[in-house]
């Protein structure tokens, strides 16, 4: 039997031993650290890989059955709150997908067809519509995706901030202001209140006021009155109130001519000549983006001895003639129509594309309005939340679908709001509310700043 060979001693073993003994003591300590670090490698391997391709593959293998091999426009509109990258890896993984269904992209004038795919979403998750024209057919199909746990994390912020300006404070109650001439900052204005508009010129830094118009009206008014100032084409005002209108003259000194009415009240403004048409101005560096579809005009006739529209739409937002009654509306440009929201009297508000209406209760309060800018997608809804301990707030919302995203912090106001329009250049908001401690009525510009 042959003897017993041992290996012989490593140096310095005893030392490296505790050399590791102590980093690995080291390691323990800084556990948590650890923990968190490795965590957010992974989430970042995980949405690195967030994988499209199944259903990509879904919806092109329904397109491709539709169009059968050829070529096609193809185009892809995101209306979710998908990223940049991750709607560049979806269209991407599409026209790979279709490509290997025999189905290529083309320029319009050389494509046999067309396919638009629209990326929305809703509360459980995306839903991809794609909708094709080959010839005289047409189609829809779509997929839907479930959100993925961590898709909060995928939501850009676009951290708009709403800047609150004001125009005029006074006792009285203020129903709406509108400005007729400014450069840096408003220098003609007009008020309208219950019994009269008045003009006011800014001299210096104070307003001195020019003329007062009195209005006249058989009937009492109503409880809650509302009413609406609008600067006219071939005349200084048009006056708005329920069942009345009135008319200013066009030489100086103006008169005001009233007459009981139940025309209709416009929801939308354009302004004669110093600002250019709400919509239609096309992206680019300081002016608004988004889709560059101009807002139809659009009227509604207002109860006489309410505070409310009735609901009945002149001429229609397409197909649909009459809606809820609403206290406000808002207009929403798409690329192909205009989405209107308006805030219903039961507490929800109502959004009608032109062909459907669909109604959500999202929380808010009954005062709704758009206004165009260079932010986000284009346009944003200011819409007014529930009073908190008697202090109203007004926040930014955008429509990626149907379903409204906060693109704001609320800006409050010392008070209720009690009315919000959009103003005729589209691009602000006036708003008007009573003062809870001083009682007086404040009106303010609402403007959107981007984030920098």
């Known amino acids: 039997m042959g003897r017993a060979i041992y290996n012989s001693a490593i140096p310095n073993a005893t030392q490296s031993a505790l050399t590791h003994m102590g980093m690995l003591r080291a390691l323990f300590r800084r556990a948590p650290e650890l923990l968190l670090f490795l965590s957010i490698v992974l989430f970042s391997l995980v949405d690195a890989a967030a994988d499209w391709n199944l259903p990509a593959q879904q919806l092109a293998r329904k397109i491709a059955a539709f169009t059968g091999p050829g070529t096609v426009a193809f185009t892809v509109e995101n209306r979710s709150s998908l990223r940049t990258k991750d709607v560049e890896r979806i269209t991407a993984d599409l026209r790979s997908q279709l490509e290997l269904l025999g189905v290529h992209s083309a320029e319009l004038e050389r494509a046999a067809g067309s396919v638009s795919v629209f990326l929305s979403e809703n509360a459980q998750g995306y839903v991809w519509v794609a909708e094709m024209q080959v010839g005289s057919q047409s189609g829809v199909v779509m997929v839907s995706t479930p959100r993925s746990e961590g898709s909060a994390f995928l939501h850009e912020e676009a951290g708009l901030t709403i800047h609150k300006i004001p125009l005029w404070e006074q006792e009285d109650r203020i129903l709406d202001v509108v400005v007729l001439e400014e450069d840096s900052a408003p220098k003609h ?41 609008v600067a006219a084409k071939d005349h200084l005002l048009d006056i708005y109130l329920p069942g009345v209108f009135c008319r200013s003259t066009t030489a100086m000194p103006l008169g005001l001519t009233c007459r009981e009415s139940d025309d209709p ?11 250019p048409s709400f919509g239609g101005v096309p992206s680019g560096k300081g002016s608004p983006a988004g889709p560059s579809a101009v807002v139809p005009q659009l009227g509604a006739f207002y109860a ?45 508000i ?103």
């Open 350 to 452: 109502h959004l009608v594309d032109g062909v459907r209406e669909q109604a959500a209760r999202l929380g808010w309060g009954s005062d709704v309005a758009s206004v165009r800018t260079s932010c986000g997608s284009g346009w944003q809804v200011l819409a007014t939340g529930a009073a908190n301990g008697g202090v109203d707030s007004v926040r930014a919302y955008e429509l990626p679908d149907r379903d409204p995203v906060p693109v704001s912090d609320p800006q409050e106001v010392s008070g209720e709001i009690t009315a919000l329009w959009t103003e005729a250049k589209g691009d602000s908001a006036i708003a008007v509310a009573r003062n809870r401690e001083t009682g007086h009525y404040e009106a303010f510009r609402l403007v959107v700043a981007c984030s920098q």
């Open 265 to 275: 009240w416009p929801l939308v403004v354009t302004s004669p000549t110093s600002f």
């Open 304 to 348: 006489p001895t309410r505070n409310f529209f009735t609901g009945a739409l002149a001429p229609g937002v397409g197909a649909v003639s009459t809606t809820a009654k609403f206290y406000s509306a808002a207009p929403v440009p798409r690329e192909k129509y205009v989405l209107w929201l308006f805030a219903g009297v039961d507490g929800q």
């Open 189 to 229: 204005i007009a008020v309208l209140d219950a019994e009269k508009v008045a003009l006011y010129r800014r001299q210096n830094t104070k307003w001195q006021q020019e003329q007062v118009l009195a209005i006249t009206h058989v009937r009492p008014w109503p409880r809650d009155l509302r009413g609406r100032l």
